[in-house]
C-alpha cells in the first residue's frame, strides 16, 4: 500500500493523492500555507488582544472542556499557569470514562484549584446513539475524514453543551483542548455567533433526534438565545494550535500536576473507554483509521515523530476492551 513519505496518510484515504517523490496532496498543501511559525504568533496575539478587553467580565473567564485527557489537561493548566485564568472545567461524561482518568480530573482539578462539573446525559439515550453510529455513519461522507460517527456524535454533544453553559453562565470564553491534527490555527481563536450556531445545529440535531426518538433542545441552544447579540456569544479558543505541541514533552509536564497514563485505553486515546471499539468500527467500514487525519498534522506540525504515528494506527485494539464496550452497547 502507497503511504505517503512526509506524513502517515495512505492510498485509502479519500481525495488523496501523490507526487513523483511520494509525498501526499495534503502535504503539498500545508507546503503552501503561511509560515506557520508566523501564524501561531498572530493567533496568540489575536488572543491575547481578546483577554484584555473581555477577562474579568464574567463569574469565570473560560469554560473549558476538560475530559481528563492529555491535550485537555495540559492546554487548563496553560490556561491557569500562562494566563491566570479563572477556569471552570466541564466534563462530558459519555458513559465510557476510563476510571483512572475519572482520577486523573479529580486530581488535575484539585491541584490546580478549578472548579469543576461533570455533564451526564442519561445513559439509555447515549446508548441509543452509539449503537445507530456503530451500525451507519450519521453523518456525511466527508465529516468521516476526521473522525469516527461515533466520535461526531458525541463531540456534537460537547461543543453544544459548553456553547449553551457558557452563555447561562455569561462567560466570555470556551477553551478545548485539540491538538495541531484536529484543527488548523486558522481556526484556534473564532467569535461564535448566532448564525453560525444555528447552521451547526441545523445540522447535527435532526440526526441525533431522529436516532433518540425524542426531542433534545435541552442540549442546544432556543430560538430566543439565537436571538441574543453576537456580543453575547462566547470566543472559542484551541491554544495548542498556536503553541509548540511536543506529545512527550506534555506527558512529562502534566504528570508533575498528578496526572498519570490510562492503562484501561487505546493508544489514541488517554480518557475514553469507547474510542477503540469507534476505531475498529470505522476502520472495518471506512478501510483507513479515523486518526490518521489527526495523526497526520501531528506529524507536519512536528509534534510527533511519523514512526511514533504509524505505531498508533496500527497497534490493535485490545479485543476484551472492544467487546466490552459492544456488550454495553447491546450489540
Known amino acids: 500500500m502507497k503511504v505517503c513519505s512526509r506524513c502517515i496518510l495512505d492510498e485509502k484515504f479519500p481525495g488523496i493523492s501523490f507526487d513523483d517523490q511520494g509525498v501526499c496532496s495534503l502535504c503539498q498543501r500545508a507546503q503552501m500555507v503561511r509560515d506557520r511559525n508566523q501564524l501561531m504568533a498572530e493567533y496568540r496575539a489575536r488572543f ?4 484584555e478587553k473581555r477577562q474579568g467580565t464574567g463569574p469565570y473567564d473560560i469554560l473549558m472542556a476538560y475530559s481528563g485527557g492529555k491535550d485537555s489537561t495540559y492546554t487548563l493548566e496553560l490556561f491557569i499557569k500562562r494566563y491566570d485564568l479563572r477556569v471552570l472545567a466541564l466534563t462530558f461524561d459519555n458513559g465510557f470514562i476510563s476510571p483512572f482518568a475519572i482520577e486523573n480530573i479529580q486530581c488535575v482539578t484539585d491541584q490546580l484549584g478549578v472548579d469543576h462539573i461533570f455533564i451526564r446525559p442519561n445513559f439509555p439515550l447515549l446508548k441509543r446513539i452509539f449503537a445507530t453510529a456503530a451500525r451507519r455513519d450519521l453523518f456525511p461522507p466527508k465529516a468521516m475524514e476526521r473522525a469516527s460517527s461515533i466520535c461526531t456524535s458525541c463531540i456534537g454533544f460537547v461543543k453544544s453543551i459548553l456553547l449553551k453553559t457558557a452563555m447561562e453562565k455569561g462567560i466570555p470564553f470556551v477553551g478545548f483542548g485539540w491538538s495541531p491534527g484536529q484543527a488548523p490555527v486558522q481556526s484556534s481563536v473564532m467569535q461564535t455567533n448566532p448564525r453560525l450556531a444555528s447552521l451547526t445545529q441545523k445540522s447535527f440535531w435532526p440526526r441525533m433526534e431522529k436516532v433518540a426518538g425524542e426531542d433534545l433542545s435541552r442540549f442546544y441552544l432556543s ?18 494550535a498556536f503553541y509548540p505541541y511536543d506529545e512527550e514533552a506534555i506527558r512529562t509536564r502534566i504528570q508533575r500536576l498528578g496526572w498519570q497514563e490510562t492503562p484501561d485505553t487505546d493508544p489514541n486515546s488517554s480518557n475514553c473507554l469507547l474510542n477503540a471499539f469507534a476505531n475498529q468500527v470505522h476502520l472495518q467500514r471506512w478501510g483507513f483509521h479515523p486518526y490518521a487525519w489527526e495523526m497526520a498534522g501531528i506529524v ?6 511519523r514512526e511514533q504515528a504509524l505505531a498508533k494506527i496500527h497497534e490493535p485494539p485490545s479485543g476484551q476492551l472492544v467487546e466490552s464496550v459492544r456488550a454495553k452497547l447491546g450489540l
Open 223 to 240: 430560538r430566543q438565545e439565537l436571538s441574543r447579540p453576537v456580543a453575547d456569544f462566547p470566543v472559542n479558543v484551541h491554544p495548542l
Open 48 to 51: 491575547e488582544e481578546l483577554l
Open 300 to 305: 507536519r506540525a512536528g509534534g510527533i515523530s
